[in-house]
């Protein structure tokens, strides 16, 4: 039994450094112990305190799988966290496939791409294909190669000269 203590206590300190818990001995740790009635279980501190405001608690189960306790307002921020991120990976794709296809004004062609989104309401968008299709509907927003070309044997000084 005492091995599988060690065992234990390794799993959990390596899951507090991974979460940055600076302090490890005031990490919570509890067990879960089957109780009497069936309807019931038995919470047991291995170690911390009840009163401790570090989170999250570990909870091993009978099974010796260990779980976190969290409060709400933790959940949530972390819920939060998660959306923000996502909505700023979304923003840089958005951004590089925008970029990709040589905006004249990066923040006239974001502002279409932005009502279009809205209007498409999919949660899953192929910003390529959505960038294409602005480019298609209004080629004034983006840079045409074409109008570049100069022709052959003509070069770049000259014609800014005249």
């Known amino acids: 039994m005492e091995f599988k203590r060690k065992k234990e206590f390794k799993m959990i300190e390596k899951i507090s450094k991974g979460l940055s818990l600076n302090k490890q001995k005031e990490q919570t740790v509890l ?63 958005l951004e590089k496939s925008i970029l990709q296809h040589l905006p004249l004004d990066f923040h006239d062609v974001w502002t279409v791409a932005m009502e279009e989104i809205k209007k498409s309401k999919k949660s899953d968008m192929d910003f390529d294909a959505l960038i294409k299709k602005i480019k298609t509907e209004h080629p004034n927003l983006f840079l045409d190669l074409k109008d570049l070309y100069l ?11 005249r």
């Open 31 to 93: 067990e879960i112990l089957p109780h009497e009635d069936e309807n019931s279980k038995l919470l047991r501190l291995k170690r911390g305190s009840w009163e401790s405001q570090k989170e999250p608690w570990l909870v091993y189960d009978e099974k010796g799988k260990l779980h976190a306790l969290l409060s709400i307002e933790t959940l949530s921020k972390m819920i939060e966290h998660f959306k923000n991120a996502e909505k700023e990976t979304l923003f840089l794709k």
């Open 151 to 161: 022709p052959e044997g003509a070069s770049v000084i000259s014609t800014i000269e």
